[in-house]
């Protein structure tokens, strides 16, 4: 069985819907440490209650960048987890540990990325009126939110939208779509190889249109 490290900053209800979906044996892994680099992440509650091993690697503790990416680094390393999954994990990776990790690191993101890297996705949809919002999985490069994209899921935009309405929506499409890809990524089925993303045996969830998942 795989064995999976989640990091975490916040809430982690990402977190949740990957702890249960492990538990109903929806996911053909195990998850064997959360990490967040905030001591008072709900997500860390979370992880407790499932029994599951936790560690905080707090920012506040550290004299310097340097120090916590060398923390991070050096726990991601003794892990020795098949896959690190970024869940709400406000923190940008190091350049080293995105390279020692590469095709092993992804992450969710809440825009359609290449649009809205970064910050303030829905408040950037939402001033620039946009019809369609959405959320992408990937893997993660050193560069911010811009490495291969493994799946998307779309949600459309009324006119009057506000930001709450859309964080929810966009937090259900989460739910339903990372635990899908972390399986499929646990069963071998989605791979990464030279640098691009593959599909074994037409494995894309069915559901997807051009790596797209509609909700
Ligand atoms: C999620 O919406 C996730 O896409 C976003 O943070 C939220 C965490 O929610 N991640 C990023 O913005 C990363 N750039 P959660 O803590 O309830 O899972």
């Known amino acids: 069985m795989k ?11 990402n977190l949740q819907a990957i702890i249960d979906s492990c538990k109903s044996g929806n996911i053909d892994g195990e998850i064997v440490s959360v990490i967040s680099n905030k001591e008072n992440a709900y997500g860390i509650q979370r992880a407790m209650k499932a029994g599951i091993t936790t560690k905080i690697i707090s920012d506040d503790s550290f004299n310097s960048r340097e120090e916590f ?21 406000m923190k940008i990776l190091s350049k080293k540990t995105a390279d020692h990790f590469y ?19 829905h408040s950037k949809v939402v001033k620039n009126q946009d ?32 930001i709450e309405e859309l964080i929810n929506r966009i937090h259900q ?23 691009n993303v593959n599909f074994k045996n037409n494995s894309h969830p069915r559901g997807y249109i051009c790596n797209s998942y509609e909700i």
Not at 3 to 13: A, P, R
């Open 3 to 13: 064995k999976i490290i989640i990091l975490i900053s916040g809430n982690g209800s």
């Open 69 to 89: 990416d060398k923390t991070l680094f050096s726990s991601l390393m003794e892990i020795e987890a098949d896959l690190i999954v970024l869940a709400g994990f």
């Open 131 to 162: 019809i369609i919002h959405g959320v992408t999985i990937h893997y993660v490069s050193s560069q911010l939110d811009a490495g291969p994209i493994i799946a998307q899921g779309r949600i459309d935009v009324n006119a009057h939208a506000d």
């Open 103 to 121: 095709g092993k690191i992804i992450n969710i993101h809440p825009s359609l990325l290449p649009k809205y890297p970064g910050l303030n996705t």
């Open 173 to 195: 499409v989460e739910h339903i779509i990372y635990p899908k890809i972390i399986n499929l990524i646990c069963k071998n089925d989605i791979y990464m190889e030279n640098g």
